[in-house]
């Protein structure tokens, strides 16, 4: 499954147990970001183990979005049916900054920025 | 507001003189309304631009590379203009971007119109974010928000606050019946002091 923006590309990879985000997301609102968040919910429900959110192609992401991904952890924490693993990319400089706080959401979420 | 002229946080009014560099860019909110990737095109022009005052990595030294100071100057100036573009809605839809460079930061004003109500209602959002503890603050509204769907609560400006070290300022004026000029501040430091 995946999703094609203007400027993005969210796929479910499903053989990785992965969501792969590709491009800049700076999408209006969480309305917008709806068909996302279905992804997301689409890829916790096949999953098994760890689920990977891979940000590492994604240039940007608005504070709308990272809420998004966010609220994921957040649900994800509260089912605790699987795992999740986050890679990011340290040459890109939000992922520094703003990934690591979704530990704060969910202290057993492990993340990884290479 | 009774006041004719109001100021939040940590504002500051322009030095003449004392800036490396500074520009003004104008747009109008419908028109980045309409088509929202101009939000994203115009941030990623200036941080393009702002960018080549800054030295590569293997010259940076206490002091932002230009590869993240691009990166963090895009992402802090799409949060406020995208504000601008959603929250408009009084006089000519004017937007107003200037970005004044300093020694040791720079500064964005972002500035925007709109009617008293709305201008209310940002003020409790400014207090809100200036008054409380930011980390704190951001995890609580998530926690919370988790089953809405509607925008407005600020946790940009706490994304930026928290996340890119970003000092706020706001100053609200009365321009006319009904017609409030609002300015975001933004100082963003660069290089150590």
Not at chain 1, 45 to 67: E, H, P, V, Y
Not at chain 2, 13 to 34: I, M, P, W, Y
Not at chain 2, 85 to 102: H, N, P
Not at chain 2, 158 to 181: H, Q, S, Y
Request: glycine content about 6%.
């Amino acid at each position: 499954m995946e999703l094609k923006g203007e400027d993005f590309i969210v796929a479910l990879n499903e053989s990785k147990n992965a969501v792969e985000f590709f491009g800049t997301i700076r999408l209006r609102d969480s309305s917008d970001y709806k068909s996302i968040s279905d992804l997301l919910e689409d890829a916790h429900g096949k999953a098994a183990g760890t689920l990977i959110l891979d940000f590492r192609n994604l240039q940007f992401l608005n504070s709308a979005g990272i809420n998004t991904i966010s609220k994921f952890v957040i649900t994800a924490r509260k089912s605790e049916k699987i795992a999740l693993r986050v890679l990011g990319n340290e040459q890109i400089s939000w992922q520094q900054k703003s990934l690591k706080n979704l530990q704060k959401l969910w202290a057993q979420v492990q993340i990884e920025i290479h | 507001m009774t006041d004719p002229v109001t100021i939040l946080g940590e504002y500051r009014d322009a030095v003449e003189g004392t800036a490396v560099t500074e520009s003004t860019v104008h747009l109008k909110s419908d028109d980045l309304f309409q088509n929202w990737r101009r939000v994203s095109l115009s941030a990623d022009f200036i941080a393009r631009y702002y960018s080549y005052f800054f030295p590569y990595k293997e010259k940076a030294q206490e002091m932002l590379d230009r590869e993240s100071a691009e990166n963090s100057i895009s992402f802090v100036l799409n949060e406020l203009i995208e504000n601008t573009a959603k929250y408009s809605d009084a006089g000519k839809k004017e937007v107003e971007i200037t970005i004044c460079m300093l020694g040791t930061f720079v500064l964005f004003n972002i500035s925007n119109f709109v009617k008293e109500e709305l201008a209310e209602s940002f003020l409790k959002v400014a207090h809100e974010i200036l008054d409380g503890d930011p980390e704190e603050l951001y995890i609580k509204k998530l926690e919370k928000n988790i089953e809405e769907t509607t925008g407005g609560s600020g946790l940009g400006y706490l994304t930026l606050i928290n996340d890119f070290g970003v000092a706020l300022g706001f100053r609200l004026e009365k321009m006319g019946p009904d017609l409030v000029k609002v300015t975001v501040q933004a100082k963003m430091k660069f290089k150590e002091a």
